[in-house]
């Protein structure tokens, strides 16, 4: 399996979210990756840590957001508001918008973070286009998400049912 490197930055550029994946697959929706329990993950230039899940991510082409589910997890699925993603051979960089939505496993969704986006949207000087798209997309996929609109129902939960058996773990 490939490897992909996940790249999140903030808008001046500084690093967020840095951590590796392995391609599972390719649909109508993006690209699919997973990553066992214990793998890697580094925020920013903290210290490194470890998953504590089997995750799984979608990155769909050219979309404002990507999503990440977390098996058995106290967040069932997290939904970042980003630029479009840029690759550069197995690197993918993608710009952390701030904004994020999240679905719970009782099934409620929030959209959190919004103190953050207005944070940085001063500080870093957002242009309204932006901002726009941001606030647009976030509000699009809070509804997606609470609705399961696919992928958020059940083509995510075959392509976890996957990464669970390739990391080894029964699913159930």
């Known amino acids: 399996m490939d490897v992909v490197r996940i790249d999140f930055r903030k808008w001046d550029g500084s690093r967020h979210w840095q951590f590796a994946m392995s391609r599972l697959g390719e649909d109508e929706h993006g690209l699919w990756l997973w990553s066992p329990p ?3 993950m580094q925020r920013g230039h903290e210290p490194m840590r470890r998953s504590s899940s089997v995750n799984l991510k979608l990155i769909p082409d050219g979309k404002w957001w990507t ?6 997890s106290k967040v069932d699925l997290y939904v970042d508001i980003i630029t479009p993603p840029a690759w550069n ?9 701030d904004l994020d939505v999240m679905r719970l496993p009782d099934g409620r969704v929030e959209v959190v973070d919004e103190d953050e986006f207005d944070l940085h949207r001063k500080e870093f000087d957002y242009p309204p286009r932006l901002v726009d798209n941001a606030r ?20 995510a939960g075959a392509w976890m049912a996957q990464a669970v058996a390739l990391a080894g773990l029964a699913d159930g």
Do not use: C, K, N, Y
């Open 38 to 40: 214990g793998s890697d």
């Open 67 to 72: 999503a990440i589910w977390s098996w058995r």
């Open 89 to 97: 051979g197995a690197t993918v960089t993608m710009i952390d918008l």
């Open 136 to 155: 647009a997309t976030a509000a699009q996929m809070a509804v997606a998400v609470e609705a399961r609109h696919e992928p958020f129902g059940d083509v």
